[in-house]
């Protein structure tokens, strides 16, 4: 049973390019997150979304960000026009569902985005 | 504002002995914590689970206490082994979707 899958794992672009995330959450599980991490700091919630739907956004900024999770294939996270402060660690996480209380993410590999 | 506090500072400690790590929190009402692992390059690991009307949990080595008066959770590892090295991040939700991490406390077992 594969786990969270994210590709890829490193990721280099110069500013003004764009950078796509993907993210293939566990088989079976149907929500999705994405945190960013910068080094010596805490995961930052971005966005939550289910299949087709986008839940909560409230963490992604304004510009440039954007998240979709298609009925079929993966997850992605885009930026567009990357800025320098964009260099960061992209966590996916995923989880079963919410219906009953708390569920365990499960946190993929991360990709390691650095704009040059 | 809201805040999440881990120690900052990396925790060393000797093969054998207990690390307990702390996890403050304020201007939170959180309906469960979590702990997770995390180590160098690679995504957290879930670890542990408690809700707001629980006091402790445990699995195996591990035990998580969980104190809503003074907003505090302490995670224990006990018998620790240089294979505990890893930073270990504290995680709140208040029952919506959103899960706030702290910036994590990194531990070293020496052996």
């Given amino acids: 049973n594969a786990g969270v899958m994210q590709n890829p794992r490193h990721l280099v672009r110069r500013r003004g390019q764009e950078a ?20 010596e700091e805490g995961l930052k919630f971005m966005v939550y979304l289910q299949k087709e739907n986008i839940i909560d956004e409230s963490g992604m900024p304004k510009e440039r960000f954007s998240a979709e999770f298609p009925k079929e294939g993966p997850s992605i996270l885009r930026i567009q026009q990357v800025v320098r402060g964009d260099s960061a660690a992209y966590f ?25 | 504002s809201q805040k999440i506090e881990q120690n900052s500072e990396a925790l060393n400690i000797q093969e054998g002995k207990t690390a307990t790590l702390t996890c403050n929190y304020t201007n939170y009402s959180p309906a469960y914590l979590q702990w997770y692992r995390q180590d160098p ?11 707001e009307n629980e006091k402790e949990k445990r699995k195996e080595r591990l035990k998580v206490t969980f104190d809503t008066t003074l907003k505090q959770s302490l995670f224990h590892i006990t018998a620790s082994q240089p294979a505990d090295s890893a930073t270990y991040l504290c995680a709140l939700n208040t029952g919506g979707f959103k899960t706030i991490f702290g910036a994590g406390t990194r531990l070293f077992v020496k052996a």
Avoid at chain 1, 30 to 38: E, T
Avoid at chain 2, 41 to 51: A, D, H, K, S
């Fill in chain 2, 41 to 51: 390059g690679r995504g957290p690991v879930f670890l542990l689970l408690i809700r």
């Fill in chain 1, 92 to 116: 996916c996480a995923s989880s079963r569902n919410r219906d009953r209380g708390p569920e365990t993410q499960y946190f993929g590999p991360g990709t390691r985005l650095l704009v040059l």
């Fill in chain 1, 20 to 39: 796509r995330l993907r993210c293939s959450p566990m088989k079976g599980h149907s929500h999705v997150y994405w945190y960013r991490q910068l080094p």
